[in-house]
């Protein structure tokens, strides 16, 4: 029975820079969770105003994580492609 | 159950995990994970921006405040305004000046107590709770964690020769 391919990178630095990918989304996750904590504190305070400002910042926290996950997804396809190849 | 047991062979019992299983959650899926985090918590912050567009706030009643006018200069009392659900603290300084404001201490919703001394202390607002000191005039924090803060929101009086009525709430200002 012949040996099939992996079917996970194996390419040098990939558990890195995933390990890497892995902490900033964490830490970005932990900025958007005192950006809604600190939202929240203000609008029960009274304070209407500063609601938007954290909403922007936060989606442009999302904007980070999302372009890092489809960063490695996008590596992880086109390996995955080259594996297809016979 | 022993020829189940026979079966299996030896080296199942030391990886007894199947190999689609053992890459399951590969730190490529947690980071997919936390994508679906980050969304949540956009979402939660949406939900405050619109609840901050959509809210409304006043207009406030008139209520008279039952046994302001019988207070005595240095003396405080506990009322509800603007509704049931909401303490406020009314304060009869001692040049008799009535000041009033919401119990609710911006730290951490702590209920905020007068107090006042002959010594070099003074008069002041506390919070027993991390120990937070607002000024009586205005309402602001001097010590503790309401010094970062807003100061105490505070209620709008009336004041008629045998009558005290609360008739709205300040707005708020950022200490």
Known sequence: MPIGKPNFDLRPGVVASTTARLWICAVICIVQYWLLTASMEAFHGGNQHIALPMFIASAVCFALVAGLILTGEAGAKKLKDELKKP | MSDTKQSIPKWREDFPIEQEFDDFITRRDFVRFLGLVSAGLMVGN??????????????????????????????????????????????????????????????????????????????????????????????????????????????????????????????????
């Not at chain 2, 303490?87 to 008799?96: H, V």
């Not at chain 2, 209920?111 to 009586?136: A, K, Q, T």
């Not at chain 2, 807003?150 to 709205?168: H, K, Y």
Request: net charge negative.
């Open chain 2, 46 to 175: 949406a939900s405050v921006v619109v609840s901050s567009l959509t809210h409304e706030e006043g207009p406030f009643p008139e209520m008279e405040v039952a046994g302001a006018a019988d207070m005595k200069p240095g003396g405080w009392m506990v009322y509800k305004y603007p509704n049931e659900k909401t303490a406020a603290i009314l304060i009869r300084r001692e040049n008799g000046e009535y000041i009033s404001f919401l119990q609710k201490c911006p730290h951490l919703a702590c209920p905020v107590s007068y107090h006042r001394s002959n010594d070099e202390e003074g008069e002041h607002i506390g919070c027993y709770c991390h120990n937070g000191r607002f000024e009586v005039e205005t309402g602001r924090g001097t010590q503790g964690p309401p010094r970062e803060l807003r100061p105490l929101r505070q209620v709008v009086l009336r004041v008629d020769e045998n009558s005290v009525t609360a008739i709205g709430l300040n707005e708020i200002h950022l200490a």
